[in-house]
C-alpha cells in the first residue's frame, strides 16, 4: 500500500522560505506526485504537480514564480521549495499520488494523500 508523508511545514514571517518533504513508500511507478494546501473554511486547492520522470512540472498561477517542486528518485522523495512566502500561503499542505488515468489539477486526479503539514505565514 502507498504512504506519503509530508514534514517541513512551520511558521515563518513573510517574504520567508519554506522547504517541504513528502516520503513515499509503496508502488508509485508511472504516478505523478502533486502539492495541495488547505485553509480554513476553504477547499483543497492545487498547488504544484510533478510527472513520475520529472519531465515536467506545473504550478498554481498563485505560487508560479516562487515555488520549486523537485524530486529525488533514490529517496522516493518530493519537494516544494517555497520562497516569498505570503500570509495567504497559510494552510495544511498536501502531498497526493495521481491516478495513472487522472489529470493533475484536481483533486479527484488523485487517490493517495498524506496528513498534511501546516504553513503558517505571519504578516
Known amino acids: 500500500q502507498v504512504q506519503l508523508v509530508e514534514s517541513g511545514g512551520g511558521l515563518v514571517q513573510a517574504g520567508g522560505s519554506l522547504r517541504l518533504s513528502c516520503a513515499a513508500s509503496?508502488?508509485?511507478?508511472?504516478?505523478?506526485v502533486g502539492w495541495f494546501r488547505q485553509a480554513p473554511g476553504k477547499e483543497r486547492e492545487f498547488v504544484a504537480a510533478?510527472?513520475?520522470?520529472?519531465?515536467?512540472?506545473y504550478y498554481a498561477d498563485s505560487v508560479k514564480g516562487r515555488s520549486t517542486i523537485s524530486g529525488d528518485n533514490a529517496k522516493n522523495t518530493v519537494y516544494l521549495q517555497m520562497n516569498s512566502l505570503k500570509p495567504e500561503d497559510t494552510a495544511v499542505y498536501y502531498c497526493?499520488?495521481?491516478?495513472?488515468?487522472?489529470?493533475?489539477?484536481?483533486?479527484?486526479?488523485?487517490?493517495?494523500w498524506g496528513q498534511g503539514t501546516q504553513v503558517t505565514v505571519s504578516s
Open positions: 497526493a499520488l495521481g491516478k495513472y488515468s487522472g489529470s493533475i489539477y484536481m483533486p479527484r486526479d488523485y487517490d493517495y
Open positions: 509503496g508502488r508509485t511507478f508511472s504516478r505523478h
Open positions: 510533478i510527472t513520475w520522470s520529472w519531465s515536467g512540472t
